[in-house]
Structures are given as structure tokens and as C-alpha cells.
């Protein structure tokens, strides 16, 4: 088991940028793949990014691409999110999850992920 907390939420003005990290616990953290998803008031909870266990492969929401970087420290058990020219419909809760599965079909669906942090929140204001 894995437990995650997030940090480096706020609030910025648009074209602003945020750098979100995710330290986990437990000495297993190269065995999970990992991703971030967000939340915004009244919307379901949707897919921003995903980075495999040795962090050679990444995969993105297309509304993030060019935008959002995903990297992961697997000697400091730690997944980051750098986030660039946020946007006002950036505004979420985010995310970091982690899936001890290997196989990488249906990465972008919150059920593959059994292992949630609490958020944090990211405002951005026009």
C-alpha cells in the first residue's frame, strides 16, 4: 500500500504557472505508475497525465498537451506536475493517484487507480 500527499497548490493569474508535487510513502513507489487527475465544482473527475514506473513513458490529456510536464524521483518517492500557461478552466482540485497495475490500457479512467492523495486546490484568475 501507498499513501500520497500533494502539495504546491494556489492561486495564480492565467499564463501563470504552478509546480505540483506528490511525495508517497513506503518503499515500493517504483512499482506504481502514477498519474494526476482533477476535479473541477459539479464536474466528474477527469484524466491530466500519467508517467510509468521508470518514468520512460508519459501520457497526457489532450487539453494539457505542451503545457503540463509529468516527472517522477523514484529515489525520493516523488511525482511532480509542472504546469504552464494555466488557464482560468485549469481551476481544480488535483489529484495524484497511483496503479500498481503493469499493464497500460484504460490509464486515463480514476478505477485504475486505487490509491488517491486528498488534492490540492489550483485557482487560476483571469
Known amino acids: 500500500q501507498v499513501q500520497l500527499v500533494e502539495s504546491g497548490g494556489g492561486l495564480v493569474q492565467a499564463g501563470g504557472s504552478l509546480r505540483l508535487s506528490c511525495a508517497a510513502s513506503g518503499r515500493t513507489f517504483s512499482s506504481y505508475a502514477m498519474g494526476w487527475f482533477r476535479q473541477a465544482p459539479g464536474k466528474e473527475r477527469e484524466f491530466v497525465a500519467r508517467?510509468?514506473?521508470?518514468?520512460?513513458?508519459?501520457y497526457y490529456a489532450d487539453f494539457v498537451k505542451g503545457r503540463f510536464t509529468i516527472s517522477r524521483d523514484n529515489a525520493k518517492n516523488t511525482v511532480s506536475l509542472q504546469m504552464n500557461s494555466l488557464k482560468p478552466e485549469d481551476t481544480a482540485v488535483y489529484y495524484c493517484a497511483a496503479d500498481p497495475s503493469p499493464l497500460s490500457g484504460g490509464y486515463s479512467f480514476h478505477t485504475r487507480y486505487p490509491y488517491w492523495g486528498r488534492g490540492t486546490q489550483v485557482t487560476v484568475s483571469s
Open positions: 508517467i510509468t514506473r521508470s518514468g520512460g513513458s508519459n
